[in-house]
């Protein structure tokens, strides 16, 4: 009894691996898949229409659009969802299915040929797109209607419908916040020399992904550098589990000097040589962040670019000009850097390591729930709070 039991557990198990987990996206991320297909469809059959007229005896939608529309709405990170794979996907895959359909009599024969040359051809060209499957399978099986298109089914309507979805994806999703087209994007040193970025030099490399990916040796519906990122993003994530929540209100200075759009160059080049620091938080009469003034911004306003007059350059520029009128920068509001990067005080420190690490910033302003200066952070403090964060990992594991 207790063997037809085991089996009966065995086979509910074997049933339960085929539900699907859970999608990790909110609701406010499918309602706009969803609202983008709606549109997406609805404007692109509406205009085919408008071009081709209501009584062409043309399909004014094509079935596999309604695929493309999937890929490009709700997954517009995916590889298979770029323009060229779309556009190539797609009309590679027709021309194929429309020869097919004339060369050979059996339609079964037809379609199996059609959909295993079009996927061969969209790996050749670099366009896997899964619709271009199904249009190649119209092509074929599409009835009487497709098939006195001959190869006019390539322009009308799959070149129009998958054109006029493109336009649309591209308006859509980059209003709605999602990067489309997804171009892969080189996380260059920003110093300019081969040296990888700081926060890219611990941990897994790119050449470690790569090697990784070329053993998997499958297509994944996931572009490299998002996955290089969700790597990177998980490895951040762990070490701010490790070191508890040290926020950036536990590290930053909280007494900070700070300057207004009309504080004379003078007066903030004092103030950043008699206290020794680098930076000036600019902010307005409420104490919201409009800028920030640095020893780079006076360096490159004055033109400090020849060793010997160097002082007498730097002299000349802070100096205030006696004159109504003046085409030199005469207060920090001339010269400060805007918009500025700010931070929360209730941020995790590790969320600062890319800005400190690899943007190229020194110093950042942090603000409370208003919006006001309340601090500021350098990478001398990031970096002194990592350290504390390390000797406690130390200390536990002795």
Known sequence: MRRKWSRLEAFLFWLKSFRPKALSVDRHERWRAICGA????LITGLATRAMLGPSVNVPLLVAPIGASAVLLFALPA????????????????????????????????AAALAVSAAIGA????????????AMALTAVLGGPAIHALSYGYVLFPVALNSGLLLLLALAF????GRRYPHA?????????????????????????????LKHYNQVLDISRDDLEDLFLQTEMHAYRRRF???????????????????????EAWTLLRQHRIKALPVVDRVRRVIGIVTLVDFMKYANLDVYESFEDKLRQFIRRTLYTHSDKPEVVGQIMTKPVRT?????????????????GMHHVPIVNAERRLVGMLTQSDLIA??????LGDVALAA
């Open 244 to 266: 508890g929540e040290i926020t950036c209100g536990h590290i930053m200075s909280r007494d900070v000097l700070a300057v207004e759009y009309g504080t004379t160059l003078e």
């Open 78 to 109: 995916s590889p298979l969802a770029q323009p060229w794979s779309i556009i190539g996907g797609n009309l590679i895959s027709a021309l194929i299915g429309v020869t097919c359909a004339r060369l050979i009599n059996d339609p079964m024969l």
């Open 173 to 176: 999703n980059n209003a709605t």
């Open 184 to 212: 892969h994007l080189e996380h260059g040193n920003t110093h300019g020399t081969a040296d990888l970025p700081a926060i890219e030099r611990l941990g897994f490399k790119p050449e470690d992904l790569d090697e990784v």
């Open 385 to 390: 709070a990592l350290y504390r964060g390390r």
């Open 343 to 359: 931070a929360s005080e209730d941020m995790h420190i590790v969320e600062l390591v890319p800005m400190l690490s690899d943007q």
């Open 122 to 133: 969209m790996f050749a060209l670099r366009c896997l797109h899964p619709p271009g499957g």
């Open 38 to 41: 709606l549109l997406g469809i």
